[in-house]
């Protein structure tokens, strides 16, 4: 279990594994707070519009309330490894789905969610996250050291945020260096998180374009943070030693650490009250031989 997330009304939660009656790869919805099973979709969650109306997996974007697909890419290089809806579900970004720019494959692509009509294509770096401002304008991109915000539909670059410079090595490359693989913004817009392939976390102030804070949560990829609907606290979890940590945006500092698997944590969701913050869990159980295919679902209450 790696994915989970809740509603924008509060009433529904989504995760992978441990689906009744069901067989990986798929996503189960379950009623919030109580538990009680509702549904399953297949095809491995990437990512879920706000109002839990769209879902976006490896291959298609799906209709939530059918399973079934709004459109799809049947190519293996089509694969979608990442991808982000606007606050409003209208439209989402990928990274990849035949995108194309003078000639040359981009990594990222926005389309209209409803049909997947093509609204702008750009990028040609590697990108290992999306994130979509609130307002639905800007997209932000993660690379190697770097976070790109851009224009959706110009596709122009907006500006470039760079952490601090790490030690290279005698050939000018960066031994430390790490990919930005997780992201979100603060309700407001103001404040983005952004997590490295080796456990770090950044958090950036959109307007002034400046580093407020760099801290170390795990060692290995970091999830797509969560910011608490008040923008004071911020939750992302790592997935070499399964835990979430809770952070706090102003001073930068790590207030609760918990391990919720030993096979990861790729996943977290604050609830829309601020009240509870859920994140998968595996349970370290063991299948014959095999790792078990879902867990639990975790719920923390939360307290500032």
């Known amino acids: ?15 992978n594994g441990n689906v009744p009656g069901g067989n990986a790869p798929e996503l189960g919805l379950w009623t919030f707070p109580a538990g009680e099973y509702l549904r399953r979709i297949a095809g491995t969650p990437i990512a ?14 799906l209709d939530l309330r059918t399973g079934k697909p709004v459109f799809q890419f049947f190519r293996e290089q089509d694969t979608i490894t990442s991808a982000a809806f606007t606050l409003t579900g209208d439209y989402v970004a990928l990274v990849g789905g035949r995108g ?20 702008s294509s750009f990028c040609t ?8 401002h609130p307002d639905g304008h800007t997209l932000a991109s993660g690379h190697w050291n770097n976070v790109t915000l851009w224009d959706v539909r110009s ?20 031994r ?18 952004a997590g490295s392939d080796d456990g770090e976390i950044q958090l950036w102030d959109v307007g002034a374009r400046k580093l407020l804070h760099s801290l170390k949560i795990g060692w290995s990829d970091v999830s797509n943070p969560a910011f608490s609907p008040d923008g004071k606290l911020v939750a992302a979890g790592t997935y070499a030693d399964g835990t ?34 859920v994140t998968p869990s595996n349970g370290g ?20």
């Not at 790696?2 to 509603?7: D, H, L, P, R």
């Not at 770096?125 to 979509?132: E, H």
């Not at 159980?285 to 939360?302: A, P």
């Open 155 to 174: 596709g122009v670059r907006l500006a470039l945020l760079a952490g601090v410079p790490r030690p290279v090595d005698v050939n000018g490359y960066d």
């Open 285 to 304: 159980e063991l299948n014959d031989g095999k790792h078990d295919r879902g867990g639990t679902i975790r719920v923390f209450r939360v307290v500032e």
């Open 100 to 119: 194309t720019e003078k000639g040359k494959r981009t990594q990222i692509c926005v389309r209209r969610t409803v049909d997947g009509s093509l609204v």
């Open 176 to 193: 430390d260096g790490r990919y930005m693989c997780g992201m979100g913004f603060s309700r407001d817009g103001k404040v983005l998180a």
């Open 1 to 15: 279990m790696n994915f989970v997330a809740i509603s924008s009304d509060g009433l529904t939660v989504a995760a």
């Open 48 to 61: 879920i519009s706000a109002d839990f109306r769209y879902l976006a997996t490896e291959n298609s974007v």
């Open 244 to 277: 979430v940590s809770l952070v706090d945006v102003q001073s930068g500092k790590i207030l609760s650490q918990v391990q919720v698997s030993m096979f990861g944590c790729g996943s977290v969701a604050f609830s829309p009250d601020g009240q509870y913050l």
């Open 125 to 132: 770096r590697y990108t290992g996250s999306l994130a979509f």
